[in-house]
């Protein structure tokens, strides 16, 4: 049972790709790319808890009570809102193909052709 | 690990499912804002509250508005 | 246009059908699947985490920095190298998205036209207008509250940034972005993205002029659970909300004008 959140973010991780691998449109993938890297969120909070700990925020806590790890939190907290910035130049980037190729079938997009 | 963690975790599970399995961009945001809203409660049950309210500012959102917006501009160009 | 998974016949060759490829995958997840989960079978049991770091930095964050939320104390202080780095992946994100969505020498901007096929600017209903616009004025001040208090209680730059940039959806949402846009100068919301940037670098360098480390916190301390108790903590975390605010704004307003204002050059779109 402990195992739990490490079975789940493997889970997501495979769901994602499996959507990237077999995705029919660039803009599916974008979004299950973003699924991906929700996976690693799950991971690296799953690592730093402590059983019972409280959050790392000692406003009305005494300050030796049992708290979970902030360093992972610290790093999730950057990290969503960076993703989300470059999933928005990816969803820009299919815009583009769509403008310049017409198509947004990743099977249909020949890196070789014109 | 409470009982809160173990149904936080399934829903985020058969969430990420949900939005994989979801072909069509349109439905897909939307079930993109659900998935994050439920990342949001998970890291909640985790102890942190702060990464919880990105996750729900970003994934409920910030990110199916923009998804929506290409999605806007990309359908422009079929018609 | 269908993105199902229809089966999609090799037309180049070397190609592999849609079927092979899935196959191939699966099998390549279950072999990724069986080192992962042995990779973490070795990671200490959850909720039983030994990491010293963690452990040291709850103990010694509020006594040394003052700051009761030790996350921000982590993020501007202790690992304030780390957070440059990464607010310049979202500065380099936001200004390649600005670069790829530029008008094109085949498109112009034209009257504005908010529609997906055909139909005529729509406004929004006056119960909408209403209510997003009442809405403006509470989520900024949410958003400023929730920055400046970064050190003290959940929060911070990064979450008040994004908070402040989705006020603007209200104004797109109360049918009012095209006033808003003749407005809003564009520059400014650059301007104001880079200030951010760039005050983060310059408080970073004002430990460097005053003796210390680069990014070393040098204002004077106070008590721990005041607003303005934890240095230079504060205003990175401010430098750092100007900064997400401008960049998820210039994110939203580059999409909208897509949408609403691009278009090709000849009327056809």
Redesign the interface.
């Given at each position: 049972m402990s195992f739990a959140p490490y079975a789940v973010a493997i889970w997501i991780f495979l769901v994602g790709l499996y959507g990237v691998v077999t995705s029919r449109h660039l803009m599916h993938l974008v979004i299950c790319l973003s699924v991906v890297q929700s996976s690693t969120y799950l991971l690296l909070l799953g690592i730093g808890y402590r059983t019972d700990g409280a959050a790392s925020i000692f406003v009305d806590i005494p300050p030796n009570t049992k708290a979970v790890d902030p360093v992972v939190k610290a790093l999730t907290l950057t990290d969503v809102v960076v993703g989300a910035a470059v999933t928005a130049l990816l969803l820009a980037l299919t815009v583009q193909a769509k403008k310049r190729f017409g198509t947004l079938d990743p099977d249909e997009l020949d890196p070789l052709r014109d | 690990m409470t009982a809160l963690q173990v149904a936080a975790l399934v829903v985020v599970a058969v969430g990420a499912l949900a939005v994989v399995a979801a072909r069509d961009p349109l439905r897909q945001a939307i079930v993109a804002s659900f998935y994050g809203l439920s990342l949001g409660v998970l890291f909640f049950t985790f102890a942190a509250p702060d990464v919880a309210l990105s996750s729900i500012v970003i994934g409920s959102v910030a990110l199916p508005t923009i998804i929506l917006l290409a999605l806007a501009k990309i359908s422009d160009r079929d018609s | 246009?269908?993105?199902?998974?229809?089966a999609?016949t090799p037309r180049?060759p070397g190609e592999i059908s849609?079927a092979t490829?899935?196959t191939l995958?699966?099998v390549s997840?279950l072999v990724?699947?069986g080192v992962?989960?042995w990779a973490?079978?070795g990671?200490?049991?959850?909720?039983?985490?030994h990491?010293v770091?963690?452990?040291v930095?709850?103990?010694v964050?509020?006594?040394e920095r003052h700051a009761?939320?030790?996350?921000?104390?982590?993020?501007f202080d202790y690992?304030g190298f780390?957070?440059l780095g990464?607010e310049f992946?979202?500065f380099a994100?936001?200004l390649?998205?600005a670069l790829?969505?530029r008008e094109?020498r085949d498109e112009e901007e034209g009257p504005p036209d908010d529609?997906?096929?055909?139909r005529r600017v729509v406004g929004a209903s006056n119960a909408v207008r209403l209510i997003t616009v009442l809405l403006i004025g509470p989520t900024v001040v949410l958003a400023g509250y929730?920055i400046v208090h970064g050190p003290?209680?959940?929060?911070?730059g990064?979450?008040g940034?994004?908070?402040a940039?989705?006020a603007l959806?209200f104004v797109y949402l109360g049918g009012e972005y095209l006033t808003l846009r003749r407005v809003r100068p564009l520059p400014a919301v650059e301007i104001t993205k880079a200030a951010g940037a760039g005050a983060f670098v310059l408080i970073g360098a004002g430990g460097l002029i005053f003796g210390t480390a680069f990014l070393a916190n040098f204002l004077p301390l106070g008590t721990a659970?005041d607003v303005f108790s934890a240095g230079t903590m504060q205003p990175l975390s401010v430098a750092v909300g100007l900064e997400?605010t401008g960049?998820?704004v210039l994110?939203?307003s580059?999409?909208?004008d897509?949408?609403l204002v691009v278009r090709r050059r000849g009327g056809a779109?």
């Open positions: - | - | 246009m269908s993105a199902g998974e229809s999609h180049r849609f490829r899935r995958f699966l997840a990724l699947a992962m989960v973490l079978g990671v200490p049991s959850f909720g039983d985490y990491g770091y963690g452990l930095l709850n103990h964050a509020v006594p009761t939320n030790v996350i921000t104390a982590v993020n690992r780390d957070t990464e992946i979202l994100a936001v390649g998205l790829i969505l094109g529609d997906a096929s055909g929730v003290i209680t959940p929060g911070g990064f979450q940034g994004v908070i940039a989705t959806l659970g997400v960049g998820f994110i939203l580059e999409f909208l897509q949408t779109r």
